[in-house]
């Protein structure tokens, strides 16, 4: 069987960004413009030959490319605002000051994964992190955190890309809300040895008694937060599909950081670092779509298990989009297993990707495998779960 150049070429940018951490943007950056050029030679765009078929492939995937960028360099923004609010300083006084406070916090961002959108989630996450550790966080526990928010999005259409992604499809909520089982097992598996992280920095046990609480900015996090949620309802609620012709989301949080501006003003000097981890992590998505994937194989447990592996190195989003495609699909197994599993390598989910803006020494393949190695058994763990407590029940097609 011969495989086609797309996949190699793919396959060989997937390795330059493992191995070559330190210049990630321009490996991807390049592999992406290799398979354009490859097709645009040699292949074809979904059946479209040339420059009119890569205008109507950008035409369908530019509303994911301009929600990714807003949403990764917004909450970027909102992070900021939230560190300087000076409330992260404040959290030693109420964490456990010993192992179990990691296990919170990463509670925390699971549970707030449910209601936020992941990326935000990961990043207060990471804020609350960098806070209470003193800035010397364990790659395992950042990878900890992404698996959190990951984990923590699966079961909720307003928590993940790829959830809303099925609910903006006809999905039903309820389909998805079955893959907290796996979640929830998956997160005794690897929060508690992350907790680990106690070891290489322990929690602060005691905050400065003169830090004031800046509660301007803790407002604008409010309301950037309650916008993105918002914008997600209304998006899904909008008559056939049209939710997913506009970014809703990401226009709605660039908006109200602008509108905002003028009463407190964001800290813009991260932006440029959230919009390089942006455009790498959308030249994967681009490069991903490209893929002549005409279908998955057919669904099963053993499929959609793979698929959360296959989604740590290809983006779970294009995944998504065949799967709903081609229907037969448990939804809720299917969204733990893409969602989640994304969260085994640093660029295999938007969240991770958040995450090592904030910490760039987090951008190793290597030492994310070996240090979050409890994410990846955590993964397989949650799986097992859920098939042996509800097993394998597949939804008829919702299309007509």
Avoid: C
């Avoid at 499929?303 to 939804?331: M, R």
């Amino acid at each position: 069987m011969t495989v086609p150049a797309e996949f190699l070429i793919f396959g060989v940018t997937l390795l330059g960004v493992a191995v070559f951490h330190r210049h990630t943007l321009s490996i991807a950056v390049f592999g992406l413009a290799v398979i354009t050029g490859y097709k645009l030679s040699f292949g074809d765009f979904d059946g479209q030959p040339g420059l009119i078929g890569l205008q109507w492939h950008l035409l369908e995937e530019w509303v994911i490319v301009v929600n990714l960028f807003a949403l990764l360099v917004g909450f970027a923004l909102l992070s900021r605002h939230f560190e300087k609010s000076h409330l992260p300083r404040l959290l030693p006084r109420v964490l456990p000051d010993d192992w179990k406070g990691g296990v919170v916090l990463l509670a925390l961002v699971f549970v707030l994964s449910a209601f936020l959108d992941n990326i935000a989630a990961a990043l207060i996450g990471a804020t609350v992190a960098a806070a209470v550790y003193r800035n010397k966080v364990h790659i395992g526990y950042l990878a900890a955190i992404v698996a959190a928010s990951n984990a923590g999005g699966s079961g909720s259409v307003i928590g993940d890309t790829t959830t809303t992604m099925m609910w903006l499809d006809g999905v039903s909520p309820v389909d998805v809300l079955h893959a907290y089982v796996a979640a929830a097992a998956a997160f005794i598996v690897f929060a508690i040895p992350a907790a680990r992280q106690q070891r290489f920095s322990p929690i602060e046990k005691n905050s400065p008694s003169d830090i004031e609480v800046d509660w301007s900015r803790l407002i604008v996090v409010v309301l950037i937060l309650a916008g993105a949620v918002a914008a997600n309802i209304y998006a899904n609620r909008l008559p056939d599909g049209q939710g997913a012709g506009f970014p809703y989301i990401g226009a709605t949080v660039v908006g109200i950081i602008l509108l905002l501006t003028p009463w407190r003003r964001p800290d813009w000097s991260v932006v440029p670092a959230a919009a390089k981890g942006s455009v790498f992590l959308l030249s994967l998505v681009l490069a991903a779509s490209m893929m002549p994937v005409e279908h998955l194989p057919a669904a099963s447990p053993q499929t959609t298990l793979g698929l959360g592996f296959v989604s740590a190195v290809f983006d779970n989003i294009p995944l998504t989009k065949l799967a709903l495609e081609q229907g037969g699909y448990d939804w809720g197994v299917l969204a733990y297993a893409v969602g989640f599993g994304g969260s085994m390598l640093w660029f295999g989910s938007s969240a991770g990707v958040a995450v090592s803006n904030l910490f760039p020494e987090a951008r190793s393949a290597g030492q994310w495998l070996r240090e979050g190695w409890h994410v990846a058994v955590g993964y397989v763990v949650g799986f097992l779960v859920l098939m042996a407590v509800l097993g394998w029940h597949p939804h008829a097609t919702h299309r007509f």
